[in-house]
T-cell receptor, first 117, second 113 residues
């Protein structure tokens, strides 16, 4: 199957700093990428949808100024958590699709465990 | 709006036995796709199986099969001959007209030796 690479896998940062997470599709062009957040023992919650070359679409309740998403190319999307605080500590995971349609499989990255101290 | 319901927060199954993980869904979309993912403790999401709403036959992928009952809006995952490596969280998900994947709350499966 297709490969999506997400980095870093773990990051610890100080409160008030910003953290950038990268999501790369390695062997296909991802027209759409999705960013999810997962709290311990909970399900994945969609944060935003990014399409190459356009602004991301954020889900209700997600602060777009805090979670900056950039999808500059068909193989790379980045999520920047700005001015991180301890409550931002979570597992963030991206997924990428090569096209649209209900049957289109979403390939997931390995996830990033963010801890803000 | 789309909704996925997984009513089994946790399950314990003896090794080599078959196990069924329940999933029901609700959507107003006439066309949709149903997915199952496995999430081990490492966190990665591993795609297991896909079922399209118009597919006539139930999907199968190796030891995984999907018991799709459209009238009941259920898409249960069946794992045959369970193995210790099957221990993980399992998520049912649906993609409808808005192209977004909606996930259920998951079922933690533990295989007992």
């Amino acid at each position: 199957g297709a490969v999506v690479s997400q980095h870093p896998s773990r990051v610890i940062c100080k409160s008030g700093t910003s953290v950038k997470i990268e999501c790369r599709s390695l062997d296909f062009q991802a027209t759409t990428m999705f960013w999810y957040r997962q709290f311990p023992k909970q399900s994945l919650m969609l944060m935003a949808t990014s399409n190459e070359g356009s602004k991301a679409t954020y889900e209700q309740g997600v602060e777009k100024d805090k979670f900056l998403i950039n999808h500059a190319s068909l193989t790379l999307s980045t999520l920047t958590v700005t001015s991180a605080h301890p409550e931002d500590s979570s597992f963030y995971i991206c997924s990428a699709s090569s096209g649209t349609g209900r049957e289109t499989e979403a390939f997931f990255g390995q996830g990033t465990r963010l801890t803000v101290v | 709006a789309q909704k996925i319901t997984q009513t089994q927060p946790g399950m314990f199954v003896q090794e080599k036995e078959a196990v069924t993980l329940d999933c029901t869904y609700d959507t107003s979309d006439p066309s949709y796709g149903l997915f199952w993912y496995k999430q081990p403790s490492s966190g990665e999401m591993i795609f297991l199986i896909y079922q399209g709403s118009y597919d006539q036959q139930n999907a199968t992928e190796g030891r995984y099969s999907l018991n799709f009952q459209k009238a009941r809006k259920s898409a249960n995952l069946v794992i045959s001959a369970s193995q210790l490596g099957d221990s993980a969280m399992y998520f049912c998900a649906m993609r409808g007209g808005n192209e977004k994947l909606t996930f259920g709350t998951g079922t933690r499966l533990t295989i007992i030796p």
